[in-house]
């Protein structure tokens, strides 16, 4: 899955946990986001990319009491890889899809003091969505 990944942990704050193998992910993370940015859930496609975000599944909550979202921005591989942006239509299809990638990962981390290593985060998705792994920074 090439995408971006922006959440937040229990005492950490917001981070882009995976960067879609852009060396600054905020960029196209904003352009998909623009004028959808305090929307709690959404499934938005634009051009070949879906922006999906949705509030955590368990209900987590930061040391603030605020409800931990994520935001992805899904891209069309770069490879031979079936594109997932063009199996997500809504927010549930995107629960059903991208959440396993990432929601064990996702429980190791969330509670950490720290933000996770992106190495960590990259390693785990890949191994979750059945890809080879490798040293690229998606």
Not at 22 to 47: K, Q, T
Not at 85 to 99: F, M, Q, R
Request: some cysteine.
């Amino acid at each position: 899955m090439r995408a971006i990944w922006a959440t937040r942990g229990r005492s950490w704050g917001f981070r882009f946990l995976l960067d879609g193998e852009y060396p600054d992910p905020l960029p196209p993370y904003e352009r998909v986001f623009s004028g959808v940015e305090d929307e709690p859930r959404l499934c938005v496609r634009v051009g070949d990319q879906v922006a999906l975000r949705f509030p955590d599944p368990l209900g987590r909550r930061d040391a603030a009491g605020r409800v931990i979202p994520h935001d992805f921005v899904i891209f069309k591989p770069l490879d031979d890889e079936e594109p997932l942006a063009d199996k997500i239509h809504s927010v549930e299809e995107g629960l059903e899809k991208v959440w396993p990638l990432v929601r064990d990962v996702f429980a190791q981390v969330w509670d950490t003091t720290r933000p996770p290593d992106p190495a960590i985060i990259r390693a785990a998705v890949r191994r979750n969505s059945g890809q080879a792994p490798n040293t690229t920074n998606s």
